[in-house]
């Protein structure tokens, strides 16, 4: 790997990771720009990512002395990037924050954690609930703060994957190249609100997607949750006791539930109904 | 059910080591060994009472009153329980030291 890297992009923050990306490909950097555009900040970039054209014209990411993927298509290595930073990303908020592998936004000032495995439509339904107008938060990773139990965002770009697509086809990437894979599309760009950087949060979800099941959202009990909850908090082990302390203390201020989603709209109704129905006892408690 | 390991003059105790969280009425607990369990208001109500001072007969005649059911039954209950508590590693065995 010896070409100069001529295009540069960053400096970003995905948590305590604060990182750039340099290529000698044009066209990568500028989807870097689009995508991670929610993740720009002033801090100056501990580190930055290399992405080099190989003599067989795959393009490799390289990250201090290591390979984090190669792929031929520019989803591929957008995918191995963003895998890789997700990682930076929990690793470096786990040290002092409980982090949840669940996506987040915020309508009215209330948090709304989607918590769930893979594949139970953490972002199909982030980003249906972007296009009703919530804020935006994460994906994937949200921070709780210890001392005050506010939400910490994480506003990557969401990773649609091609099972989504057709539910989410209005956020097609314009460019051909970016729309084959997985897309990313920036939080930003999917409603009409924003990103919002910290938030307490008032409703917390465990998502089950179920093809062809009715939509549901039904309450769960916080110490149900919370026992779901610590198989979805990253690096868990490491701090155990805070991990369930931290959550518990936060689950006190919400509303918990289960949605098991079948029909993206009316999870959406669901959701917002459970918002509006937090905001009203908080405010007839005041 | 009659336990082979917990009678009524058993003075069951909850293991020292574990993390315990309150929500709602029900009882999270974590041990060392990185299970989790939840326990409904009810069974909450009985690992309250396992203090390592209380026979089996004293928790099930407390439990009694509170909730005017017969102790017989209860007493059963309790020591299924702790059975089950048991066999999830989160009682100190009767002898055990700690």
């Not at chain 1, 950097?29 to 067989?56: G, I, K, N, Q, S």
């Not at chain 1, 999917?190 to 062809?212: E, F």
Request: hydrophobic share 45%; glycine share 8%; charged share 20%.
């Amino acid at each position: 790997v010896t070409a100069a890297l001529a295009f540069s992009s960053g400096p970003f923050r995905a948590h305590g990771h604060v990182f750039a990306v340099a290529s000698e490909d044009a066209s990568f950097t500028a989807y870097v720009d689009d995508a991670f555009a929610d993740l720009r900040t002033d801090r100056p970039a501990a580190a930055t990512y290399e992405v080099h054209r190989m003599p067989d014209g795959q393009l490799r990411v390289l990250f201090g002395s290591g390979s984090v993927g190669t792929g031929g298509l520019l989803s591929d290595v957008m995918a191995c990037l963003m895998w890789h930073v997700n990682q930076e990303a929990t690793w470096t908020a786990s040290r002092d924050q409980v982090v949840l592998h669940a996506s987040c936004a915020a309508l009215d000032g209330t948090g709304v954690i989607l918590a769930g495995p893979m594949e139970s439509g953490k972002t199909t339904t982030v980003a249906a609930l972007l296009g009703a107008g919530y804020g935006y938060l994460t994906d994937e990773a949200v921070a709780i703060e210890p001392e005050t139990l506010l939400l910490r965002a994480y506003p990557k770009p969401l990773s649609i994957d091609p099972g989504s697509q057709s539910l989410l086809a209005h956020l097609a990437p314009v460019h051909e190249e970016r729309g084959l894979g997985q897309w990313l599309v920036a939080g930003s760009a999917v409603g009409p609100s924003g990103c919002i950087d910290a938030v307490p949060a008032g409703v917390a979800i465990m998502l089950r997607y179920t093809p062809g099941a009715s939509t549901a959202l039904e309450p769960l009990s916080r110490a149900q949750l919370l026992v779901e909850l610590a198989g979805c908090t990253f690096h868990f082990s490491d701090e155990p006791r805070r991990n369930l302390d931290v959550t518990a203390a936060m689950l006190q201020g919400c509303d918990t539930y289960r949605l098991v989603t079948g029909n993206l709209d009316e999870a959406v109704e669901l959701v917002t109904d459970a918002v509006h129905r937090r905001n009203l006892t908080v405010e007839a408690s005041r | 059910v009659i336990s082979p390991l917990w009678t009524e003059l058993s003075v069951p105790r909850l293991r020292q080591d574990l993390h315990k969280i309150r929500l709602d009425g029900e009882l999270v607990v974590w041990q060392p060994s990185g299970d989790l369990h939840r326990f409904d208001p009810i069974a909450t109500a009985v690992v309250d009472l396992l203090d390592g001072e209380r026979t089996v007969t004293e928790i099930a005649t407390l439990l009694a009153q509170a909730t005017g059911a017969s102790p017989t039954e209860i007493e059963q209950d309790v020591l299924a329980l702790l059975d089950e508590l048991s066999q999830l590693s989160l009682l100190i065995r009767p002898g055990q030291a700690c």
